[in-house]
């Protein structure tokens, strides 16, 4: 009789995977962590899908190692979003994956800008154009990386790579397909408008279904690899942000949460489907059919900590260090302020080249200052 849920979600840092009773009790779980490739100054941030099997499959073999796969009723996975990687037919990558923290794209985001029209774009996707989505690095690889273009069967999002691994079939969730810029969040297909501005057929995306439906059995040929049995249910996950929304209970219009990861966000749920463009603020698809949500994005929250305790904090660099020095400061960093924009910034910027900065510096200014400054300017 099957009695596990395995969950996975796939995020920038690492896979965390978790593995729940059918009443919804947590029973174990593990994080396997893997590496993301900066380049030309953190424009170019990347990362290798084998990299993100791998984590999955050890992940899998931790998790079920004194239990039987053979009662595992399903497994779904959530994952980062706005990611670009090209696969061939046979689902093989050709290259690294572009993730949302890329934003290599600018020029490229505002070709499209200006064949679409700002208004026009956000009333189609709900979002000002920005070079950290699938659009324009979709249009990038065209431009810079033609043999890659051109050999791209389909484009996909990291989740939907493990599930395709899984099952060999070609499927995103609608909350994942509405923050690529090549969807219409509220006629619910993808944008005949903006596929023609970045000049992609739609069978290159992949068929969008919503979270919570079944898309497909693990496939003999990886089943040993991945721990589990042929045969078992694959069920589709949604991208972390709207996962992490349903996570904490964001159900009724008015509701919102934080969420504090690499990047950090604040979102809201609600029945409207209209919203300000020039907000500085982004509308996405709720995983309640006819909700949306309203959010704003930080693109460098949970970063900022990592950045900071691995090269500035302590001569020891730990979380622990850190939380020590912040209480030894009082509120205000005495006039420090830190201001978080080492991957450029979304909302309400949207501004790939924003620049990071310590400001008010003093010369009685210490280390504890600048800890208690990060976390604020974070906050």
Request: glycine content about 10%.
């Amino acid at each position: 009789m099957a009695k596990y849920l395995l969950t996975h979600d796939l995020g920038t840092s690492s896979d965390k995977a978790t593995l729940y009773a059918a009443n919804g009790e947590l029973l174990a779980h593990s994080e396997q962590s893997y590496p993301v490739y900066y380049a030309e100054g953190g424009i170019f941030a990347e990362q290798d899908a084998v990299d993100w099997w791998n984590a999955f499959c050890n992940n899998n073999r931790i998790l079920l190692k004194d239990r039987n796969p053979g009662e595992v009723a399903a497994v779904a996975i959530s994952g980062q979003m706005m990611a670009c990687l090209p696969v061939n037919k046979q689902g093989i990558p050709l290259r690294r994956c572009m993730i949302w923290a890329d934003g290599r794209a600018g020029k490229e985001n505002e070709r499209i800008e200006s064949v679409v029209g700002k208004d026009r774009f956000y009333s189609i996707t709900g979002n000002a154009p920005s070079a950290n989505y699938t659009a324009p690095k979709v249009l990038y690889l065209k431009e810079h990386e033609p043999a890659v273009f051109e050999a791209a069967y389909k484009f996909i999002q990291p989740k939907d790579y493990i599930n395709l691994r899984l099952t060999g079939s070609f499927f995103t969730d609608a909350s994942d397909a509405g923050h690529t810029h090549l969807y219409n969040i509220f006629s619910g297909q993808w944008s005949d408008e903006i596929l023609q501005a970045v000049g992609l057929a739609q069978n290159k995306l992949p068929e969008v279904v919503w979270a919570g439906t079944p898309i497909g059995n693990v496939l003999d040929s990886v089943a040993e690899e991945c721990a589990l049995l042929p045969g078992t249910l694959v069920v589709q996950g949604a991208g972390d942000g709207r996962a992490a929304m349903l996570g904490a209970g964001i159900l009724e219009k008015g509701e919102a949460y934080v969420c504090l990861g690499t990047s950090s966000w604040l979102s809201a749920a609600t029945d409207k489907a209209n919203m300000d463009a020039h907000s500085g603020l982004y509308k996405g698809l709720s995983l309640r059919k006819g909700y949306y949500i309203n959010g704003g994005t930080m693109q460098a929250g949970g970063l900022s900590y990592d950045w900071y305790i691995k090269n500035l904090c302590c001569d020891n660099p730990s979380y622990a260090e850190m939380e020590k020095q912040i209480t030894s400061v009082s509120p205000g960093a005495d006039g420090m302020l830190y201001m978080p924009y080492i991957l450029g910034e979304r909302a309400p910027y949207f501004d790939t080249g924003a620049k990071g900065a310590f400001l008010g510096l003093k010369a009685t200014h210490t280390r504890a200052h600048m800890s208690r400054s990060v976390m604020e300017g974070v906050a």
